[in-house]
C-alpha cells in the first residue's frame, strides 16, 4: 500500500525559533470510506463534520457531504431508476 507524505499542520510557534518540519502519512486507500454521524439535536455534529471536512481537503483527500434527507433523496431516485 502506497502512502503519500504531506507536511502536517502548523501548530504553535517554538519559542526557540528553531522550525521543525513534522510530516503526516496519509495511506493511499483503493475503498471508498464513508462516516455516518448522528446524534441529539446540538451536540456539534455539524461542527465535528466541517472539521473532519476541512482537514481531510488540507490532507489532499477528496470529499463528499450530503445531509442525511439529501442522501435519502438521492437514495430513492437510483432505486427507482433500477426499478
Known sequence: ?????????AGPAKESGAEE????E???LSMK???YLHGPV???KTMLM???DEHSREAGLRTSRQHFYEFMISL???IHQIQ
Open 33 to 35: 470510506s464513508s462516516v
Open 50 to 52: 466541517n472539521l473532519f
Open 1 to 9: 500500500s502506497e502512502t503519500k507524505i504531506l507536511p502536517a499542520a
Open 21 to 24: 518540519q513534522s510530516q503526516v
Open 76 to 78: 430513492h431516485q437510483q
Open 26 to 28: 496519509v495511506p493511499n
Open 42 to 44: 446540538g451536540t456539534g
